[in-house]
């Protein structure tokens, strides 16, 4: 029935944040007058909006409540946290993203390993209370309770001061031409400015975030050293990681 598939598209796109038609036809097999009949509809409830080429769902349903994110993937995400883990050595200065899959770097830390940290994620704040052998740095800002993260105008000012060794990525999607995204514009700068500040970069991604884009392109592929993903992720990911140079490790 017709109103049991506009359901499924709604949640596709607020799933995918944004989508072209052409992944909507795909995806429903259906036309794509059909495709544009179905937003059109979901247009008007207020929850999607259309963009050039597609439609992405509006800022009150572009993020998934961080509690369900984290859910979603939970195996992979542990294994690509694992793999980041083994990246940090002793003494350095690493910046942690906020992200479902990145506050899990620090369940696999040997404490042995003395190291610093900077980040704005609460996740990985209280992940670290413990953990004396880490000297944590708490960027300032405003809680934001959707991405259990701090933001505002000082927060990547903040950042600025800092020289990064290391910065952990996290991303909402990875578009198919390689461009990295986020859902959430009050993030947009901080991650810009982690991007500028590190030496090396790590993009942390699960499987399922390729072939979408979300609001914000904070960054591209061939900006990063490194790309940490699942082994389910589409071949032609790993490909676009070689053209660019850019090593991929699938966990």
């Known amino acids: 029935m017709r109103s049991s598939r506009l359901k499924q598209v709604e949640q596709y796109i607020i799933d995918n944040q944004t989508v072209s ?7 429903f097999n259906i036309s794509l007058n059909t495709a544009r009949r179905d937003i059109k509809e979901l ?13 992405t769902a509006v800022e009150k349903t572009a993020l998934v409540p961080f509690q369900l994110r984290d859910e979603r993937n939970h195996q992979e995400k542990n294994r690509i946290a694992r793999a980041a883990a083994a990246m940090i050595q002793n003494n350095d200065i690493v910046f942690v993203d906020s992200g479902t899959t990145t506050r899990h770097i620090f369940e696999h830390i040997s404490k042995e390993l003395s190291f ?5 994620s609460i ?13 944590l740095i708490v960027l300032p800002g405003e809680l934001e309770r959707k991405t259990n993260s701090l933001y505002g105008i000082n927060t990547a000012e903040r950042l600025e001061d800092y020289n990064i060794q290391r910065a952990f990525m996290a991303a909402t999607a990875v578009s198919s031409d390689g461009m990295v995204t986020n859902s959430s514009p009050l993030e947009y700068e901080i991650k810009r400015t982690a991007m500028r500040r ?10 399922a975030k390729y072939g979408t884009a979300s609001l914000l392109s904070y960054a591209s592929l061939q900006d990063f050293d490194t790309v ?8 032609s990911f790993l490909s676009l990681c070689e053209q660019n140079q850019v090593q991929a490790i699938t966990v």
């Open 43 to 55: 247009i008007n409830t207020g929850n999607v909006s259309k963009v050039y080429g597609g439609v």
């Open 228 to 235: 940490i993903t699942g082994k389910k992720v589409d071949a």
């Open 123 to 135: 996740s990985v704040v209280f992940g670290l209370i413990n953990q004396s052998n880490i000297r």
């Open 116 to 120: 610093t940290v900077i980040t704005h």
């Open 198 to 207: 590190s030496c090396e970069k790590v993009l942390l991604i699960d499987s």
């Open 21 to 27: 038609f052409d992944q909507i036809c795909d995806k």
